[in-house]
């Protein structure tokens, strides 16, 4: 008799919640998509297909669209929960009771309580094993099955080694990490760094100044990392490096795109009106420059992005502020 599909719940029916589900189910899992709107729900079943992110990716067979988290959830290995920072809280507080593990693939920092994923997961689950899934992936490339490299950072050695074994396949490759903290800041810090990246195009100051502004912003996301207790070795692993590259980079950046436009004039109601994803780079730059300040650490690119969103700094003075930084040694 053929062996029963092993169980994994999604839940978030977005771009990268439904690149997960397909990967899952790529991977051999049975898999329950949880999208929190009925209607949604029952579209994306009707269809087999999320239109609205993923347009003209089929969703596999293995692949059950639910409104119910209840249903999602039931029988499940562990759920990857992905749903932005920003209402990471709601979200888990609505889930069912019970000691499901629980993998967070959320990048940021909660504005208010200043926390990170894992944070948020432990004040309202402790019971609950936890982990956080991060790297270089944008949510296109892996629905397509195109090769990807991502980690999964847990103190808990036991759910990582699980989700690795059932997530991970020939064309992504899912690496083990016990520094959750460092993945964790690495992937809430590569967010609006690249919101300066994105200006600095659009400013039309060249690849030359995104490079340099690229390599400062990693080493303030280091800093941060080891201040808060992450090891300085993970901002150079797929969290760290890995996703600053692809996301200060690659043309499928949201906060890149995001920084552009700023830079050519767009006011920041209009850009993120424009766009059908979330930038968690605009909700995160303040909160995250509150949490490294409160650490003791300073992070002139990342605050210098949090006062152009604010209104308080123009792109130019915004320039002119971190080159007339006092020189020192590398």
Same mark, same amino acid.
């Given at each position: 008799?053929?062996?029963?599909?092993?169980?994994?719940?999604? *839940?978030?029916?977005?771009?990268?919640?439904?690149?997960?589900? !397909?990967?899952?189910?790529?991977?051999?899992?049975?898999?329950?998509?949880?999208?929190?709107? /009925?209607?949604?729900?029952?579209?994306?079943?009707?269809?087999?297909?999320?239109?609205?992110?993923l347009p003209g990716q089929?969703?596999? +067979?293995?692949?059950?669209?639910?409104?119910?988290?209840?249903?999602?959830?039931?029988?499940?290995?562990?759920?990857?929960?992905?749903?932005?920072?920003?209402? @990471?809280?709601?979200?888990?507080?609505?889930?069912?009771?019970?000691?499901?593990?629980?993998?967070?693939?959320?990048?940021?920092?909660?504005?208010?309580? @200043?926390?990170?994923?894992?944070?948020?997961?432990?004040?309202?689950?402790?019971?609950?094993?936890?982990?956080?899934?991060?790297?270089?992936?944008?949510?296109?490339?892996?629905?397509?099955?195109?090769?990807?490299?991502?980690?999964?950072?847990?103190?808990?050695? +036991?759910?990582?080694?699980?989700? $690795?074994?059932?997530? =991970?396949?020939?064309?992504?490759?899912?690496?083990g990490g016990d520094d /959750?903290?460092?993945?964790?800041?690495? =992937?809430?810090?590569?967010?609006?760094?690249?919101?300066?990246?994105?200006?600095?195009? =659009?400013?039309?100051?060249?690849?030359?100044?995104?490079?340099? @502004?690229?390599?400062?912003?990693?080493?303030?996301?280091?800093?941060?990392?080891?201040?808060? $207790?992450?090891?300085?070795?993970?901002?150079?692993? @797929?969290?760290?490096?890995?996703?600053?590259?692809?996301?200060?980079?690659?043309?499928?950046?949201?906060?890149?795109?995001?920084?552009?436009? *700023?830079?050519?004039?767009?006011? !920041?109601?209009?850009? !993120?009106?424009?766009?059908?994803?979330?930038?968690?780079?605009?909700?995160?730059? /303040?909160?995250?420059?509150?949490?490294?300040?409160?650490?003791?650490?300073?992070?002139?690119?990342?605050?210098?992005?949090?006062?152009?969103?604010?209104?308080?700094?123009?792109?130019?003075? +915004?320039?002119?502020?971190?080159?007339?930084?006092?020189?020192?040694?590398?």
């Amino acid at each position: 008799m053929p062996q029963p599909r092993r169980r994994i719940a999604v *839940l978030g029916a977005g771009a990268w919640g439904t690149a997960l589900a !397909l990967q899952a189910a790529r991977a051999g899992n049975a898999v329950t998509l949880w999208a929190r709107d /009925p209607a949604r729900a029952a579209a994306m079943a009707e269809a087999r297909e999320n239109a609205r992110y993923l347009p003209g990716q089929p969703l596999s +067979a293995a692949i059950q669209v639910t409104a119910d988290a209840a249903a999602a959830m039931e029988g499940a290995l562990f759920a990857l929960v992905v749903v932005p920072v920003q209402h @990471l809280r709601a979200a888990v507080a609505a889930l069912p009771p019970g000691g499901c593990p629980l993998v967070v693939c959320a990048k940021g920092v909660e504005r208010g309580t @200043l926390c990170l994923p894992l944070e948020i997961l432990e004040q309202l689950r402790p019971e609950a094993p936890a982990a956080v899934l991060s790297g270089p992936n944008f949510a296109h490339e892996v629905a397509r099955g195109l090769p990807a490299a991502a980690v999964v950072a847990s103190g808990d050695a +036991a759910l990582r080694s699980l989700a $690795g074994e059932l997530l =991970g396949t020939a064309g992504f490759r899912l690496y083990g990490g016990d520094d /959750p903290m460092g993945v964790q800041v690495g =992937g809430a810090a590569k967010n609006v760094i690249a919101i300066a990246a994105g200006a600095v195009i =659009g400013a039309g100051l060249g690849e030359n100044a995104r490079a340099a @502004l690229v390599t400062r912003g990693l080493a303030e996301l280091s800093r941060l990392t080891v201040a808060l $207790g992450g090891r300085a070795e993970t901002a150079a692993g @797929l969290s760290g490096l890995g996703d600053l590259l692809l996301t200060t980079t690659g043309a499928g950046s949201r906060n890149t795109s995001l920084g552009m436009e *700023l830079a050519r004039g767009t006011p !920041l109601e209009a850009a !993120l009106a424009s766009r059908a994803g979330v930038a968690e780079g605009v909700e995160t730059a /303040p909160a995250l420059v509150a949490r490294a300040a409160a650490a003791g650490v300073e992070l002139p690119i990342c605050a210098a992005v949090a006062e152009l969103l604010a209104g308080e700094l123009s792109i130019g003075q +915004a320039m002119g502020r971190l080159l007339s930084r006092p020189r020192r040694d590398e």
